[in-house]
T-cell receptor, first 117, second 115 residues
Framework: DTGVSQDPRHKITKRGQNVTFRCDPI?????LYWYRQTLGQGPEFLTY????????KSRLLSDRFSAERPKGSFSTLEIQRTEQGDSAMYLC???????????????FGPGTRLTVL | AQSVTQPDIHITVSEGASLELRCNYS??????LFWYVQSPGQGLQLLLK??????LVQGIKGFEAEFKRSQSSFNLRKPSVHWSDAAEYFC?????????????FGAGTRLAVHP
């Protein structure tokens, strides 16, 4: 399967613990996105990478959140000192570079569902 | 600010009946528009997209959508619903800003299908 993969699919943690999620994009895609989806809502943009550079972070991404894409391939999203409000589905997506002024569709992974007790 | 509104939170239809899911957007320029479907525990699958050209676009699984600029709408339709269509449907606007793209999603419409 050559789609976007995410690991783990489910994570249950206690409040105050740190968690880390991994996303492996489609191999030829240089753009990678993280979204958060809470119950009953659509996904909300968190952050964006072009290759290894993190070019945009949403205000939703507090100081407890950090994302990396060290070699421009896979990405990790870490949440420190988790809170119950962090419980959500974390979705990763990737897309190829569309060129100047263009737009290419984003392909989504299955998500990591985080439950903070 | 850009936004997407899906007025119907839940819709129930009978199998074989027609379906229309509504989507309205707020965006200053010509938008890139998408419909995604999400089954329980799954990620998002793209049903169809509108970038430019013909305002009636065909997608997978027998879905189509019509872009109406005057109404700022991009409604999703299917002439005959199957039980397997039960899922959550998200409309999204794709923004090209600052040299990159991001998606703004609506809150979704959950579709239930009666046998």
């Amino acid at each position: 399967d050559t789609g976007v993969s995410q690991d783990p699919r489910h994570k249950i943690t206690k409040r105050g613990q740190n968690v880390t999620f991994r996303c492996d994009p489609i191999s030829e895609h240089n753009r990678l996105y993280w979204y958060r989806q809470t119950l009953g809502q659509g996904p909300e943009f968190l952050t964006y990478f072009q290759n290894e550079a993190q070019l945009e972070k949403s205000r939703l991404l507090s100081d407890r959140f950090s994302a990396e894409r060290p070699k421009g391939s896979f990405s990790t999203l870490e949440i420190q000192r988790t809170e119950q409000g962090d419980s959500a589905m974390y979705l990763c997506a990737s897309s190829p570079d569309p060129g100047t002024g263009g737009y290419n569709e984003q392909f989504f992974g299955p998500g990591t569902r985080l439950t903070v007790l | 600010a850009q936004s997407v509104t899906q007025p119907d939170i839940h819709i129930t239809v009978s199998e074989g009946a027609s379906l229309e899911l509504r989507c309205n957007y707020s965006y200053g320029a010509t938008p890139y528009l998408f419909w995604y479907v999400q089954s329980p525990g799954q990620g998002l699958q793209l049903l169809l997209k509108y970038f430019s050209g013909d305002t009636l676009v065909q997608g997978i699984k027998g879905f189509e959508a019509e872009f109406k600029r005057s109404q700022s709408s991009f409604n999703l339709r299917k002439p005959s619903v199957h039980w397997s269509d039960a899922a959550e449907y998200f409309c999204a606007v794709g923004l090209f800003s600052g040299g990159y793209n991001k998606l703004i999603f609506g809150a979704g419409t959950r579709l239930a299908v009666h046998p």
